[in-house]
């Protein structure tokens, strides 16, 4: 009797994805880790692991200039005690809808508050934000003022203990924001000329205070109680002010003007800044990104951006690399210069006090990728970010004492990003634990909740972190305000995200929809050369009042339609009755969208999931595919 043996089955594979890591576009598709996607877009970490469509925006105001063009969002300025926001728009800075200034630098402003005043650099000219309050009849009134700092700017006194034929004690510094210094002298009986220590004085007229017999200083009136030749800078009384009514002490003070060309420029041309003191204090303002000097810096007084001494100042590096931001790692202060400083690219300093004088001696230097970005600084965590030409880096404090540093933190987003067009004008933010970098209307994200072990490729990295990536963000700035983040666009428009999970129309980019896809990476089963035959698939999602799905796959190099799905995820809210989109299920749990599939002997194959419409959430938790391997492939 002839028998036969009836094959086997073949045997059915399973593959489950139960974590969402972010994209990788820098590996091949062919070698990305199943955990992530060679092309998703507009989707973001729910919690960690998990990803859904990212939540869209709105806009809610406008600034336009007077043929209705809209201005350039260039700075938000939040000020302690004030509800109403500082928007500089263009040349022109605002306090809610009131015009305050309109001579601004047309470029990306920052801002740091000391008491009351808020200092704002602009590139073009150091100003000054505060408000002003009047009394009258029991009636209060505010103004606010925006006005340059060197309206403002201390005044220095020079010399103390001074003869009237000269000498004296070195006081303070010459303030680079002004023309004006004082002088005091201790006078002598029966001398009538005071000699200054400087000559080709400003016209500006020169004041003088002379104390009294109470110790009080009274102001003297020019040309009818003293007289200025400002050519030799000598002030001449006509009766002699006679000696101190109070031993020792000076009873002569005289302040006059005298400009130096470009004093004043140094600082107003910065464009770049950061708080930083001695003993990592955050009292000082540092500022630099002035093109006449692109590797110096100078900081202020102590509590006090309106003095800037003329010796307050460092020059770091060559003088072919500029520097392009700060940042604070422990207790230094670290400068970033760009790529063409070969030698010194991070210089580290701390702030010490010698002879009761601040100091800012150079600790370390280190040697790495140079910063290409001016706006893109900002802390993750604690771990300052930056972008150069190789990626987005951050310096951490195991790297302060050694030579050179390497932490790439982009390396899953750099297949893209580092083709971008004018990567210089990168803006940095932070929201939420996610660092956004926005460009060309786009925006790279890492997500500080989700380190990853470095890739091979980048040996050097402690990390990595989960990327992901947003399309029309067409953000030239962004702030954080009362826990929403904001951007500012180019054409005038203030934009707000949305941040309320359960309302549909927070699903759409100002009433536009969001095109959310995660793709698989190639999916090659167990062996690579065997044929796969898909045969069954399946998404958990986030359920929702409104939700769907399209679901695509690629063989051969080809996408295929597979199933669109607008029932499985949805759940019923009379909250939120959408006739369209109804749904009887109460069930508010993960819900399960699948199907049959018929992809037969590929030698891989990738899954494309899809959600465009409108005003829909879309939530992903797992994914899990059947297939057979049978037999090997043979194309």
């Excluded at 302690?80 to 309109?102: E, F, K, M, P, Q």
């Excluded at 680079?176 to 001398?191: C, R, W």
């Excluded at 102001?219 to 400002?230: A, E, I």
């Excluded at 054409?491 to 698989?520: M, V």
Aim: hydrophobic share 35%; net charge negative; aromatic share 14%.
């Amino acid at each position: 009797m002839t028998t036969f043996k009836v094959p086997s089955s073949p045997k059915k594979s399973i593959l489950t994805i139960d974590e969402f890591l972010g994209v990788d576009f820098t590996n091949s598709p062919a070698n990305v880790d199943i955990k992530r996607s060679p092309n998703a877009v507009n989707m973001i970490r729910d919690v960690p692991g998990k990803i859904r469509k990212s939540m869209g925006w709105e806009v809610v105001k406008e600034y336009k200039d007077d043929n209705g063009v809209g201005l350039h969002i260039n700075g938000y300025h939040a000020f302690r005690g004030d509800d109403t926001y500082i928007v500089h728009a263009g040349t022109n800075i605002y306090h809610g809808d009131d015009l305050l200034y309109s001579d601004a630098n047309d470029a990306r402003s920052r801002s740091w508050q000391f008491e009351d005043k808020l200092y704002i650099i602009d590139g073009k000219k150091l100003l000054v934000y505060y408000k002003e309050e009047s009394t009258v009849d029991g009636v209060t009134t505010t103004l606010y003022k925006v006005e340059p700092a060197e309206d403002h700017a201390y005044v220095p006194t020079l010399t103390i203990s001074k003869d009237p034929e000269g000498g004296g004690t070195a006081y303070e510094d010459l303030n680079l924001l002004s023309p004006a210094f004082t002088e005091t002298f201790l006078g002598k009986a029966n001398v009538k000329e005071y000699n200054l220590s400087f000559d080709n004085l400003d016209e500006t007229p020169v004041i003088v205070e002379v104390m009294n017999s109470s110790g009080d200083f009274v102001k003297k009136t020019l040309n009818t109680d003293y007289t200025v030749n400002y050519k030799t800078g000598v002030i001449t009384f006509v009766t002699a002010p006679g000696e101190s009514p109070l031993s020792g002490e000076d009873n002569v003070k005289i302040t006059a003007y005298r400009t130096v060309e470009g004093y004043s420029d140094k600082i107003n041309k910065c464009c770049i800044g950061t708080l930083f003191g001695v003993n990592g204090a955050l009292d000082r303002l540092f500022l630099s990104g002035n093109p006449d000097y692109i590797n110096y810096d100078w900081y202020s007084a102590q509590y006090d951006p309106s003095y800037f001494a003329d010796t307050s100042y460092a020059k770091l590096g060559s003088d072919s690399s500029a520097i392009v931001g700060y940042s604070i790692i422990s207790n230094y202060l670290a400068a970033h210069k760009d790529y063409m400083e070969r030698d010194q690219n991070i210089i580290l300093r701390q702030g010490d006090l010698q002879d009761n004088d601040p100091v800012f001696r150079i600790a370390n230097t280190l040697q790495g990728a140079g910063a290409i970005a001016k706006d893109s600084f900002a802390y993750l965590s604690t771990e300052p970010l930056f972008l150069t030409k190789s990626g987005i880096y951050a310096v951490t404090a195991q790297d302060i004492t050694g030579e050179k540093y390497a932490q790439n933190r982009s390396f899953y987003l750099n297949g893209k990003l580092l083709s971008e067009p004018n990567m210089d004008k990168a803006f940095g933010f932070v929201y939420k634990d996610m660092y956004w970098l926005c460009l060309n209307n786009v925006a790279y994200i890492l997500d500080g909740l989700q380190p990853l072990m470095t890739d091979k490729s980048m040996p050097y990295s402690t990390r990595q972190y989960a990327g992901f990536y947003r399309t029309n963000v067409p953000a030239n700035i962004m702030w954080e305000r009362d826990s929403v983040l904001y951007f500012g666009t180019y054409d005038g428009k203030i934009c707000r995200f949305h941040t309320d999970k359960e309302s549909l129309a927070s699903y759409n980019d100002n009433g536009d929809p969001i095109d959310a896809i995660w793709e698989t990476p190639d999916i090659d089963g167990n062996l690579f050369y065997k044929n796969k035959t898909l045969r069954y698939m399946a998404v958990r999602l986030e359920s929702a009042i409104a939700t769907s799905i399209k679901i695509y796959a690629m063989k051969r190099g080809l996408w295929n339609f597979i199933k669109y799905d607008n029932a499985a995820g949805r759940y019923l809210s009379f909250s939120q009755l959408i006739f369209s989109k109804l749904s009887f299920s109460g069930d508010k749990t993960q819900k399960i969208s699948s199907t049959k599939v018929r992809i037969k002997k590929v030698d891989k194959f990738r899954i494309r999931i899809q959600n465009d419409t409108i005003n829909e959430p879309f939530g992903v938790y797992n994914m899990a595919f059947e297939f057979i391997e049978s037999g090997n492939f043979k194309g």
